[in-house]
């Protein structure tokens, strides 16, 4: 207690330290540590325990965001070989027919980055994960708890969180970097 290791051999304790604003701002990319944030309540709640962790972050993301983090979301997808070659192909015609596909999935932390840049930050990603952290630290979510309880005694700790790795993977490399 009190202490923080020089090397954190769990990177993820090392993310929700910086959430926290345990560690200095010049050892973490603010962006980064937003989008696992996001990432990492919303794991949460699609576990089942979003009621006991974060219980009122869906209704703030709501009102402070204007989005609900949780709801599947349209996305556009490139369009197919189909229409690439008829384009190729100069047949404008069937090109402007062809309808660009959408897909719905709930979105990434990173996402939810993004999209608070784009509804509350004027596109300015930088500025969207500071009012992420800001709102995260001062309460504006609501209470939440980033750790859960061990389930049994063979817990190490606290219960296990499964998190997407890409997030994890890319910003174990800007925390190293820093050191």
Known sequence: PGIIPSHM????????????????DAAYDNQIIAGYLCEWVKTLHLMGKGDVTAPQWRNKCLHRYGFDPLEPYKYNVYPTNKS???????????????????EKRIMSGEDMLYRVADECCKGDVENAARKILQDYRSGRWG??????????????????????SSILNDGVASLEEEE
Do not use: Y
């Open 9 to 24: 051999i769990d990177q993820s304790d090392a993310f929700l330290l910086a959430a926290c604003n345990s560690i200095g």
């Open 84 to 102: 690439i070659k008829s384009f190729s192909n100069k047949n404008k015609q069937a090109n402007n027919d062809q309808k660009e596909e959408e």
């Open 143 to 164: 209470p939440v708890s980033l750790q859960l309880a061990p389930e049994s005694e063979d817990d190490d700790g606290q219960a296990k969180v499964s998190i997407m």
